[in-house]
């Protein structure tokens, strides 16, 4: 039996001597592998891009909304029915278990004046636990104190959108703008936070105390009501037992029995979150999955010329079993050669699956990630394709019988 330095120099030989078979065998692998890159970069990008979003948001969060107004039999949607007020929040806050923060959160579309420049956003009144729920820092100046809640003070905190758009450049701390026709001093500036998952720019805000907007901004035929209670709970774990909690505190506290249908909804976002993430996942796999398939393909390819090798080189092989060689030996040296077009075949994949990836972030803006993991399975899944479909002409070569080799024409 030859040892394996001199098998794998006569493979080597064999590959070099052929080297457009060569190349065009190792292609489909070589598409296959720069295939599954792009893919499983996509798809991380995809699911790092949702982390991020959902890390934006905040986490642990339980957003308690009123309930669906009626007209005419037609539900009007979450919100349109004023049932949450400003002493829920605080029973929640001061009731229910597991509770890191409580918020309550009313919002309109306003139109905003400073000089001459005009800018139409979002106004929101809160509480200064709001920024910490919903992972909001403050870049300049500062949030909202105690005693602007419980004076109604005329201050706000912009988002960056908001003040690029009114002052461009220019520090609005301590600038007076107008929210309608009342004038508000810009207190803070908040550190951007980007779009969130679904495209909306969470830097289009600016946010005054709750108390402000119910007397002096918004108007409201129930006084001291809200849109909105958000709730963030000390952890992942205690997160269902608060929102038990609160579902009882309300119910007690509107006096809804036992058959009656609640006048709130709460929505458990970090149940949405691992949803999403899980889709993300899910998608992310399916993607490398399709893109697998382009890899069996050209484990196919590489069968195939690896057959054809057989029947062209088998005067060949009955020379090398005349003078010596075993049936092993030929086994060997075509597993080899299989393994060789696959392996090198990956690495080129790797290298041009890196390239296009880039390239469609670069082109398309798509968000990516290259991961070691990607990589190494990329090739490891190549090297087995490459065996594996390379087994059967090595063994149908080492099968020939030399005297019938030699005969051969």
Do not use: C
């Not at 009731?95 to 905003?112: D, N, W």
């Not at 830097?203 to 907007?213: G, K, L």
């Not at 090398?320 to 075509?334: L, N, P, Y």
Request: aromatic share 6%.
């Amino acid at each position: 039996m030859l040892d394996f330095k001199s098998i794998l120099k006569m493979a080597t030989v064999s590959l070099r001597i052929n080297k457009m078979r060569s190349m065009l065998t190792s292609l489909g692998i070589i598409i296959g592998v720069s295939a599954v890159i792009i893919m499983l970069a996509v798809g991380a990008g995809a699911s790092k891009k949702i982390a991020a979003d959902m890390e934006s948001m905040g986490s642990n969060l339980l957003m308690i909304r009123s309930a669906s107004a009626k007209s005419g039999g037609v539900r009007m949607g979450m919100g349109t029915k004023p049932t949450l007020t400003m002493k829920d929040a605080t029973a929640i806050e001061e009731k229910a278990r597991g509770i890191l923060a409580v918020a309550p959160y009313s919002s309109e579309s306003k139109q905003l004046t400073y000089g001459n420049q005009n800018w139409a956003t979002s106004v929101a009144g809160t509480t200064m636990p709001y920024f910490m729920i919903r992972n909001y820092e403050i870049d300049f100046g500062r949030g909202f104190i105690k005693d602007d809640t419980k004076n109604a003070t005329k201050v706000t905190v912009l988002g960056q959108t908001v003040a690029t758009e009114l002052f461009g450049d220019v520090d609005p701390i301590g600038k007076t703008i107008r929210i309608g026709n009342i004038p508000f001093k810009v207190v803070g500036l908040l550190k951007s936070k980007g779009s969130s998952g679904m495209g909306q720019d969470q830097d289009d805000i600016v946010f005054i105390p709750i108390t402000t907007a119910q007397r002096k901004v918004f108007g409201t035929d129930f006084p001291g009501t809200v849109n909105m209670i958000t709730v963030k709970a000390q952890n992942d774990e205690v997160i269902t037992l608060t929102q038990e909690d609160i579902t009882e505190i309300l119910k007690s506290r509107h006096h809804i029995g036992a058959k009656q249908e609640n006048d709130f909804e709460i929505r458990n976002l970090a149940e949405m979150q691992e949803t999403i993430k899980s889709t993300a996942k899910t998608m992310s796999l399916l993607l490398g999955a399709i893109a697998g398939v382009s890899l069996i393909v050209g484990g196919i390819g590489i069968m195939n010329i690896m057959l054809v090798s057989v029947t062209e080189r088998t005067k060949e092989i009955g020379i090398r079993m005349a003078i010596g060689a075993k049936a092993s030996d030929i086994r060997i040296q075509f597993l080899i050669e299989s393994f060789l077009l696959s392996i090198s075949g990956g690495l080129i994949g790797v290298l041009i699956g890196i390239g296009g990836a880039n390239l469609m972030h670069s082109l398309a803006g798509m968000n990516i990630a290259i991961t070691l993991s990607s990589i190494l399975l990329s090739l490891g899944f190549s090297a087995a394709i490459g065996i594996g479909f390379g087994y059967y002409p090595a063994y149908k070569a080492s099968l020939l019988n030399p005297i019938d080799a030699l005969r051969y024409e």
